[in-house]
DNA sequence: CATGAATGAGGCTTCATTCAT
DNA sequence: TATGAATGAAGCCTCATTCAT
């Protein structure tokens, strides 16, 4: 009896799909370097052999996942940029996003290790690191919009922006660290960081 | 002959340093679980067999590695307290030997892949967290300081402390992620999260 | 009804052969320890799942592809012998009968192995031994023939069927070994092995 | 306590040719693609991670013993040509001493399945045809030496190197196909192939 | 009949650790 | 003390085989 292709290629999709969060979660929880290919299948709920349906290799597992979040934080950039308000109310908004997407928020931790650990190749980490700096780069320009409009500090744009995502990046690892979960209201402490102090 | 003793002694002390000078080194650069004793016998200039001649295993080398990092840096958070000149100043010379103190500064993120990482057994990681945890409350208890006199704004000051170690700390990994190296500016900027701004 | 019967096991027949035809090829070409069900199951246009409706398992493919050629090659000799003119001829015949019949030829790359290395049981080894022994007799049969008519050179019969289709049989592997394509002309070079030559 | 290096070295050199003898014979028996790290480690009496402080991989323990096993029979090739008495006095002596040295005997075998099999990359496999090629053309120029003295029958040297050596080879290979180890005689029957008969 | 998703046995390889010298 | 040979547990990955659809 023939297949049904269709329903065949969303199942594949979902699995593939299943595969990533599972290895997102066991990445976060137990070390990218440490991790098995086993516990992430298990806990995906598949066999291990059946991963490499899916995957070449525990490398291109993070690879993938990296990358995507690494997409979809750019994407969260641009989309702060054009928001509306001033460059403030921007950044509190893209820092929630940050902090509270359980993707984006806790895909630091991983990202973290793929880019200062030499569990990938040098290119791969090369590439790693290239969209690191163009976020890095993303967020300074919102920063620029900010002292054009009087509300950000003055200041070099880009260390200002690697302070402030230094800051929130790390802030969304504290729970991973025994911290607890950090409420909204660090959100304006934070920005003290880079806010304008129209009083000095 | 007493002479040899000691000489030995200080001889075994030093090769020992050796070694904890080089897992440093290799933990950092290539990552906790990744690193080989290999490597570190090799960084440190002697034949891997040897190393077990100092320490009981490659879990014993990072615990005592962190658990001396955590000690070096309470010695420094108690300094900084009766150190000279408002909180401000004791925090500027807290930071300042924080992100210079290429033991300190480099350690942290060891002790962080120790602490978020299944490397170490649940037990030694919870050591770990009550150091941290320690850590934090001394460096909570500068900045209360700071409240009663009036150099640190308002707030829960286990909060701002764990927002201005997570900035601090972190900045020290600039250079692993490609940042640079943060220059001795930031560290105002950064006290820009705690001081209390009496102009509002 | 009846004749849809009759062209299903037509059909079926065609799907068995067109998978044992891609298996002598996938096993010569790739080694018959490092061929893949799948690698036979492309080359033969269906799915690797599908060939389990034709064959228990790569073994039986192996063994039934190695019987076949077998006893092919038995009617070869038995054909070879009742032909017509000298032994001469009729060695002749039968060389260039193996040598270019594409089955015959490649698959003696493929007995080969599955003689001499243990991808097989010992049963079905020892199934092929039989085989190859009862092969060679037929061919000493024939030189036997040779011998009493006066064609074939003095000497233990078996022995030199054994020199001679050593000799033959590796021909057929020259172009797998780089070596190119042998031109007819070698034949009647091969048979200075045997032709008795009334000269001495 | 320091080592004795110098037996240290004799010692790795034993146990680099244990395991290389030991896969000689693994290889030979089992086939190349189904023996095992651990068959070759068991055979060397060792164990099989050792197996890996000499060899990068099983490839590489295959490359080197086919290399060395081809540079031998180069050396025999060439030590023929320049020995004494007629060419077929050197070819008589040239495969008796490929049929008894138990290394160049057996290793055809080895050599064949390395050479027509998928188990080494396309370039490890080109290297091993170049020098196939290369003492094919050594022992054309032996016969066309014997061409020159006239006891080497007319016709393309090279094709007739082709056929002698897919005989004598092969003929190593009697005893794994269950045709008895060749006596010394067929060696005569052999060079019927290409000795010159002036009687015609 | 046909497909390919799914499983897991088994081989390869690494590397922490032990131990003879 | 110092070295590196030796071991084997453990993880990665492949692929024959099963089975739901």
New interface residues.
């Given amino acids: 009896m023939a297949r049904n292709v269709i329903k065949d290629q969303q199942q594949r999709e979902l699995r593939r799909n299943q595969i990533l969060t599972a290895a997102a979660s066991v990445f976060t929880?137990?070390?990218?370097?440490?991790a098995k290919i086993s516990d992430i299948a298990t806990e995906a709920g598949l066999s291990y052999g059946h991963v490499y349906n899916f995957f070449e290799s525990k490398e291109e597992i993070l690879t993938v996942l990296v990358q995507s979040s690494q997409e979809r934080y750019t994407e969260l950039l641009k989309e702060a940029r054009v928001g509306s308000g001033t460059v403030i109310d921007k950044l509190r908004w893209l820092i929630s996003q940050y902090m509270h997407s359980s993707r984006t928020g806790t895909m630091y931790?991983v990202v973290?290790?793929a880019?200062?650990?030499?569990?990938l190749s040098p290119e791969e980490k090369e590439a790693i690191?290239r969209n690191?700096?163009l976020n890095?780069d993303l967020l300074a320009d919102i920063l620029r919009d900010g002292q054009a409009e009087g509300t950000i500090a003055e200041?070099n744009p880009v260390?200002?922006a690697?302070?402030l995502l230094?800051?929130f990046?790390?802030?969304a690892?504290?729970e991973?660290?025994?911290?607890g979960e950090?409420?909204d209201l660090?959100i304006d402490?934070?920005l003290?960081?880079v806010v304008n102090?129209p009083?000095?």
């Fill in positions: 929880k137990r070390g990218v370097a440490v931790w973290l290790q880019q200062a650990t030499e569990v690191h690191v700096h890095r200041g260390e200002l690697t302070l230094t800051l990046h790390n802030t690892m504290w991973y660290r025994g911290f950090p409420s660090v402490i934070m003290r960081l102090n009083s000095k």
